[in-house]
C-alpha cells in the first residue's frame, strides 16, 4: 500500500514574521497516520485459486489506514457469484452477491534484518440469508506472515465454527509461498504463488479434509509511479471434482486487471 503524507497546519506563527523565513524555519512533522485507498476492475475474482464470480468481472476496491506503530486496518469488498450460483441448491436464498473484508493487524521488520512480520485477523462477511440448514459462508481468521525482499510467506488459521460453507470448519488452515520478482528496471514484476488448503471438521459424516488441494498461479503485473497497476496471471489448482467442488470453479483460469491505488 502507498504512504500518504498528511499535511499538518502549524499555529503560533507571528504574522509579522516574513514569509520566507516561515519557510526557511519552519519544519512540517511527516505524521505518523497514513490512509491509501484502492480500486480494481477485473476478468473475474480469484481466491485461493477459484473462481469466485462464475468467470465474470469483478469491481473490487479498498481502504487501508496505517499507523507508525505497525498498527493497521482496512476493508475490502467485491462482487461474488458462488454462494447463488447452484439454483435452488445454493448456499443463499437470496443476498449473497458481495464480499466484504474487514481486517487489522501489526506489521513491521524484526531488529532491522529485512525480514518483514504481519500478524492479524480477517473476517470475511457475506450479507444475504443464507437457506435453511446450511452453514453460514461468514468466516474468521487468524494470520501470521513473514518476507523477506520480494519472496514471503503466510499462514492463516480458521477460529469461526462455520467457513466458506463448510459446518464444523473451525481448525482449517491454508498456507501459502508468494514471489514477485521485479524484472530489472522495467516496472514488471514476475508474480508467483502456490497454496495449500487443509480443511479440519467433519460434517454430515464427511470429513472436511476430503476438500483439501494446491493451487497456484502465474502472471505479471506492471506497475506506475501514479498508482496504476495492469496485469494477467493463469491459476489453477488440483481440487477433485468427484468430491463435490462446482466444476466451473476448479478449472484453470487466466485473469487480467487494471487497479488505481491513491
Wanted: glycine residues 14%; charged residues 20%.
Amino acid at each position: 500500500m502507498k504512504r500518504n503524507l498528511v499535511i499538518v497546519a502549524l499555529f503560533g506563527l507571528g504574522s509579522a514574521l516574513p514569509l520566507t523565513s516561515m519557510a526557511q524555519d519552519a519544519v512540517v512533522p511527516e505524521s505518523a497516520h497514513a490512509y491509501s485507498a484502492n480500486i480494481g476492475l477485473f476478468s473475474q475474482y480469484i481466491w485461493r485459486g477459484m473462481t469466485q464470480t462464475g468467470k465474470q468481472p469483478a469491481l473490487q476496491g479498498g481502504f487501508d489506514y496505517t499507523h507508525a506503530s505497525g498498527f493497521y486496518a482496512g476493508a475490502w469488498v467485491s462482487n461474488v457469484s458462488w454462494l447463488k450460483d447452484g439454483g435452488a441448491a445454493s448456499l443463499y436464498k437470496s443476498g449473497g452477491t458481495v464480499e466484504l473484508d474487514l481486517y487489522g493487524g501489526f506489521a513491521g521488520e524484526l531488529a532491522e534484518t529485512g525480514i518483514g512480520y504481519d500478524l492479524g485477523v480477517i473476517q470475511y462477511i457475506f450479507p444475504g440469508s443464507k437457506r435453511s440448514g446450511n452453514p453460514s459462508a461468514n468466516a474468521t481468521e487468524l494470520y501470521a506472515g513473514l518476507s523477506y525482499g520480494w519472496l514471503s510467506a503466510k499462514y492463516s488459521h480458521a477460529v469461526s465454527d462455520d467457513a466458506w460453507g463448510f459446518d464444523d470448519a473451525r481448525g482449517t488452515a491454508y498456507y501459502e509461498i508468494n514471489a514477485d520478482i521485479p524484472l530489472g528496471d522495467s516496472g514488471i514484476a514476475l508474480n508467483l504463488h502456490i497454496g495449500s488448503f487443509k480443511y479440519d471438521g467433519k460434517a454430515g459424516g464427511v470429513d472436511n479434509d476430503e476438500y483439501d488441494y494446491e493451487d497456484w498461479k502465474i502472471g505479471l503485473t506492471r506497475s506506475w509511479d501514479n498508482g496504476i497497476n495492469v496485469g494477467g496471471y493463469w491459476t489453477d489448482n488440483n481440487a477433485d471434482k468427484s468430491d463435490g467442488w462446482n466444476k466451473a470453479m476448479t478449472e484453470g483460469q487466466f485473469t487480467v486487471f487494471v487497479q488505481k491505488v491513491f
